[in-house]
T-cell receptor
Framework: GAVVSQHPSRVICKSGTSVKIECRSLDFQATTMFWYRQFPKKSLMLMAT?????????EQGVEKDKFLINHASLTLSTLTVTSAHPEDSSFYIC???????????FGPGTRLTVT | QKEVEQNSGPLSVPEGAIASLNCTYSDRGSQSFFWYRQYSGKSPELIMFIYSNGDKEDGRFTAQLNKASQYVSLLIRDSQPSDSATYLCAVDTGKLIFGQGTTLQVKP
């Protein structure tokens, strides 16, 4: 099956710093990638939809200036959490799909802890 | 009203029993429905998808869809302790919208 990787798997950073998370589709080209955030014992909340070569579409309540998304190629999307604060500590998960209506393949997630 | 609703549980069943997980959704135009399993600290993994009304079976899993009533269910037959996890219902509205998940506990 299709494989999506994320890097890093875990990251700890200090409050006020920025953190970049990479999402890669390893064996297919992903027209669209999605970024989710999941707090403990909560469900996945979609943050933004990223299409290759265009600006990301953010969900209501998600600050686009704080969560910078770049989808520079068909196999790579990055999420940068700028000026991170402890409340940004969460499990960030990306997913990718080839095209509309296709199955989404999930990455293994990145655990972010902001101290 | 939430777009996708699930009972958070926990749902506890004995080993070997049938576990029944339910999900309702609000968008009548939704066409694709998914069940994911998520273990603690891991990302979701797809169990089944269903597009048409009726039942779809895959091994011990059966997904049921009733578009008129706007609900989707997942039956797990011969439940095993390894099935203990959180089960997420998701509806594709152009993007996947997840329910809050139902925690299933299968007791040996």
């Amino acid at each position: 099956g299709a494989v999506v990787s994320q890097h890093p798997s875990r990251v700890i950073c200090k409050s006020g710093t920025s953190v970049k998370i990479e999402c890669r589709s390893l064996d297919f080209q992903a027209t669209t990638m999605f970024w989710y955030r999941q707090f403990p014992k909560k469900s996945l909340m979609l943050m933004a939809t990223s299409n290759e070569g265009s600006k990301a579409t953010y969900e209501q309540g998600v600050e686009k200036d704080k969560f910078l998304i770049n989808h520079a190629s068909l196999t790579l999307s990055t999420l940068t959490v700028t000026s991170a604060h402890p409340e940004d500590s969460s499990f960030y998960i990306c997913s990718a799909r080839v095209g509309a209506g296709d199955e989404q393949y999930f990455g293994p997630g990145t655990r972010l802890t902001v101290t | 009203q939430k777009e996708v609703e699930q009972n958070s549980g926990p749902l506890s069943v004995p080993e070997g029993a049938i576990a029944s997980l339910n999900c309702t959704y609000s968008d009548r135009g939704s066409q694709s429905f998914f069940w994911y399993r998520q273990y603690s600290g891991k990302s979701p993994e797809l169990i089944m998808f269903i597009y048409s009304n009726g039942d779809k079976e895959d091994g011990r899993f059966t997904a049921q869809l009733n578009k008129a009533s706007q609900y989707v269910s997942l039956l797990i037959r011969d439940s095993q302790p390894s099935d203990s996890a959180t089960y997420l219902c998701a509806v594709d509205t152009g993007k996947l919208i997840f329910g809050q998940g139902t925690t299933l506990q299968v007791k040996p």
